[in-house]
T-cell receptor, first 119, second 110 residues
Framework: GAVVSQHPSWVICKSGTSVKIECRSL??????MFWYRQFPKQSLMLMAT?????????EQGVEKDKFLINHASLTLSTLTVTSAHPEDSSFYIC???????????????FGDGTRLSIL | SQQGEEDPQALSIQEGENATMNCSYK?????LQWYRQNSGRGLVHLIL?????REKHSGRLRVTLDTSKKSSSLLITASRAADTASYFC??????????FGTGTRLKVLA
């Protein structure tokens, strides 16, 4: 169990368009999901924590209006990159942690990532 | 930056050899985890070690944790070509927000 599906896996679009990325927990409920950004050959940088039914918590330096996060259900979080520009090109990865007590020492489960290329 | 450091940054070994990579972090932690990432893919969880544990095994993996030195090591024994990947440590301070290390790129030559 603990499968996280991320879609799309790859997207190329023109500068100025908005792109939506979905992150779904397929076989468990996730009150909290996380969105990361990864540049080539670098580590993962946490962008924001997505909370079901409430506003996301953004890390310092991440533009809230640029990266819109919605967590409308216990199995789905979406990240929308608004008015994307070439500098937004990156690899975006989501993760989810199981909801409920007893999960304090449980790993996060990661999606396969989305490679975003803005022309 | 709160990001952890890993060394070496890159490691190239022959199949059958052991691979050791190290992770250092900066703050007290609840647990530390190791993940593997194949090129262009998401992360696969390998092993979690709690702050009150010193060593843990899983198959060919052995993880140690020294909280006094704020460091951990991952040993992969009898490496295989399929182990070629990037390996990251991630620390959890109990807030469920992970801080990832800089990663070690392992290449296992057949």
């Amino acid at each position: 169990g603990a499968v996280v599906s991320q879609h799309p896996s790859w997207v190329i679009c023109k500068s100025g368009t908005s792109v939506k990325i979905e992150c779904r927990s397929l076989d468990f409920q996730a009150t909290t999901m996380f969105w990361y950004r990864q540049f080539p050959k670098q580590s993962l940088m946490l962008m924001a924590t997505s909370n079901e039914g409430s506003k996301a918590t953004y890390e310092q330096g991440v533009e809230k209006d640029k990266f819109l996060i919605n967590h409308a259900s216990l199995t789905l979080s979406t990240l929308t990159v608004t008015s994307a520009h070439p500098e937004d090109s990156s690899f975006y990865i989501c993760s989810a942690r199981k909801t409920g007590s007893g999960y304090s020492n449980q790993p996060q489960h990661f999606g396969d990532g989305t490679r975003l290329s803005i022309l | 930056s709160q990001q952890g450091e890993e060394d070496p940054q890159a490691l190239s070994i022959q199949e059958g050899e052991n691979a050791t990579m190290n992770c250092s972090y900066k703050t007290s932690i609840n647990n530390l985890q190791w993940y593997r990432q194949n090129s262009g893919r998401g992360l696969v969880h390998l092993i979690l070690i709690r702050s009150n544990e010193r060593e843990k095994h899983s198959g060919r993996l052995r993880v140690t944790l020294d909280t006094s030195k704020k460091s951990s090591s991952l040993l992969i024994t009898a490496s295989r070509a399929a182990d070629t990947a990037s390996y990251f440590c991630a620390t959890d301070r109990g807030t469920y927000k992970y801080i990832f290390g800089t990663g070690t790129r392992l290449k296992v030559l057949a």
